[in-house]
């Protein structure tokens, strides 16, 4: 048991938080290769492990071995270089959380190329963004009409595109190629020696961020970075060997690299994979009653989902420990949540560019609402203006202090080769902004929070989402979880709105729940109720009642988005 984790993790059991926070560190091996040195050993050790467990919206189930990945993501790997993709070329992927995703990051991995996951809702704008940004060589998608069509309005406009494959049942069009051709790849592919192995500070994988402003940064990790998710996988999402782990959402998410191959395949659990088209609250349930993961971790708008169904006659005594990540966690969310199914919810919390950096780890009680406390391997904390650790109960910017001055140059990353591993090493092609947010040892992730007197930490909001009211800055956070107390509330979204006298108020989207509609008797009492549950001065001035709030593909609410609607409805 334990067999690879223990090869790069001197001690994996501690006492008490204070134990692992002082003791627990990850040893970078000269080189490491996620393909070879955990699925390849995998396969070596325990060839009949399971690997993945895959369902889809109709019901279908797929199970593949720790052999079943080594074999096709060599497939993969044999596929790509025989449609020229190389070492250091880049490989885009719109592929849903179709199997074959898998293989495929397995084995770029293994080629030492560069993947870049991706949405399938992108546009042909934003596709030909990508492409052209990060030098696209080949690009991997499902074979779906609206995927097809803005992948070819935009190939065109793509100007290192070489060749498109496309992935599923129907006929492939002219020009493009099918990328179940990997299947007739050889099942062998030996490991690179020398120039063509890939080195530790090798680009491995970019996400594109989703910024607030201007066009999205190209987030890069080396090839060191799947160890940095241990703490992730063990410590937070508290996996099992041999045991189902289920995170829900698509493949083109960092949340992906998070919860659904790294830390989860190092340490020898199942990832249990649902596919699904649309997020629908019985399909998720459905998959879950099949997939039995034992442990389960899912974007806050999941669980605001569950606890507004009858889950009475839903046995999900199988889960022994549920997570959230990707927004905070509204502390009545929380407490229903564990009213239905005796579950405490474990929220996280980090970035495209790290691990996880704060967490309700297992060594200390959940306070409903707190991120947790930091992660053992970096020193974070929340400092000002000036890099001074803000003292408690004073909102900072969340950071990581002494870590270099960046590792956007190859030669420093080199340098740095052997230190934490999980931390971004600069946006790629970006001097200027890895700069702005890493310079003088400390990296300023843009997040604000404050530490309690306990050491826990609790999220305020991106600094872009704090609300500059008349002179109060105001937390978005705070303010939905109060709506959200309200039971005529399924979901909200907290936003600045302009306004000509006070610069920004506040400003509620809202979704209400079964038997509740818009009215300006409810607009009320929602107001009513914030001011008695927070700060008079926080209420909402504006509620917008809608059907649904905009999200990405993982379930992620896109506050950008209704903030830039408030801005085109005021001018």
Not at 369 to 385: L, Q, R, T, W, Y
Request: proline share 5%; charged share 25%.
């Amino acid at each position: 048991m334990d067999t690879i984790i223990k090869r790069y993790c001197p001690r994996i059991g501690f006492d008490s938080y204070e134990d692992f926070k002082e003791n627990f560190r990850i040893e970078t091996p000269v080189v490491f290769n996620f393909g070879f040195d955990v699925v390849d050993e995998w396969a070596r050790l325990e060839p009949q492990k399971q690997a993945l467990l895959w369902t889809d919206d109709d019901g279908n189930i797929r199970s593949y071995t720790f052999a079943d990945i080594a074999a096709h993501s060599n497939r993969a790997a044999n596929y790509f270089r025989s449609k020229g993709i190389h070492k250091g070329d880049t490989v885009m992927l719109i592929l849903r959380q179709r199997p074959e995703v898998w293989f495929c990051i397995v084995g770029l991995c293994k080629l030492g190329a560069v993947c870049i996951p991706a949405s399938f809702q992108l546009t042909a704008k934003d596709i030909a963004y990508r492409c052209n940004a990060a030098e696209v060589k080949l690009l991997a998608a499902v074979n779906e009409p609206y995927v097809v069509g803005e992948i070819s309005k935009a190939r065109p406009d793509c100007t290192t595109l070489q060749s498109v494959a496309l992935l599923g049942e129907d006929a492939v069009p002219e020009s493009f190629t099918d990328l179940r051709d990997l299947y007739a790849a050889s099942p062998d592919f030996p490991r690179p020696q020398g120039a063509d192995a890939a080195a530790n500070h090798d680009r491995m994988l970019i996400y594109f961020s989703s910024g607030t402003t201007g066009m999205p940064k190209m987030v890069w990790h080396d090839f060191a970075f799947p160890l940095g998710h241990i703490t992730t996988a063990r410590y937070w999402q508290q996996v099992q060997e041999n045991s189902v782990h289920m995170t829900q959402t698509d493949s083109g998410w960092a949340k992906f690299a998070w919860g659904k191959i790294y830390g989860q395949w190092i340490c020898g659990a199942c990832i249990g994979a649902y596919d699904t088209m649309k997020f629908t609250t019985e399909g998720t349930i459905a998959a879950i009653l099949r997939l039995h993961p034992t442990t389960f971790c899912a974007p806050a708008t999941i669980y605001r989902m569950l606890i507004k169904e009858d889950l009475s006659n839903v046995d999900l005594s199988f889960i022994r420990t549920a997570c959230v990540a990707g927004e905070p966690l509204n502390p009545e969310v929380y407490r229903k949540f564990l009213e239905i199914t005796g579950l405490e919810i474990r929220e996280g919390f980090g970035q495209s560019e790290t691990p996880v950096m704060f967490a309700n780890f297992g060594f200390f009680g959940v306070r409903p609402g707190s991120m947790g406390k930091p992660v053992a391997g970096f020193d974070i904390d929340v400092v000002d203006e000036n890099g001074n650790r803000c003292e408690d109960g004073i909102e900072g910017v969340i950071s990581f202090l002494g870590v270099g001055e960046g590792f956007a140059d190859p030669a420093l990353a080199a340098e740095h080769s052997g230190g934490p591993s999980g931390l971004f090493r600069g946006y790629y092609k970006d001097e200027a902004a890895t700069a702005k947010a890493w310079h003088g040892g400390i990296y300023r992730t843009g997040d604000m929070a404050w530490r309690d007197g306990d050491g826990y930490y609790w999220f305020v909001g991106r600094n872009d989402d704090v609300i500059k009211c008349s002179g109060y800055r105001i937390g978005p956070f705070e303010v939905e979880s109060a709506l959200m107390e309200h039971p005529g509330v399924l979901e909200c979204a907290v936003t600045a709105a302009p306004d000509a006298v006070r610069g920004q108020v506040v400003k509620a989207t809202v979704v209400l729940a079964k038997g509740y509609t818009p009215s300006e008797e409810l607009t009320k009492a929602l107001q009513s109720h914030v001011k008695k549950a927070t700060a008079p001065y926080k209420y909402p001035r504006i509620v917008e009642y809608v059907k649904e709030l905009p999200k990405t593909t993982s379930g992620k609410i896109r506050r950008n988005a209704i903030r830039e609607a408030s801005q085109q409805a005021a001018r």
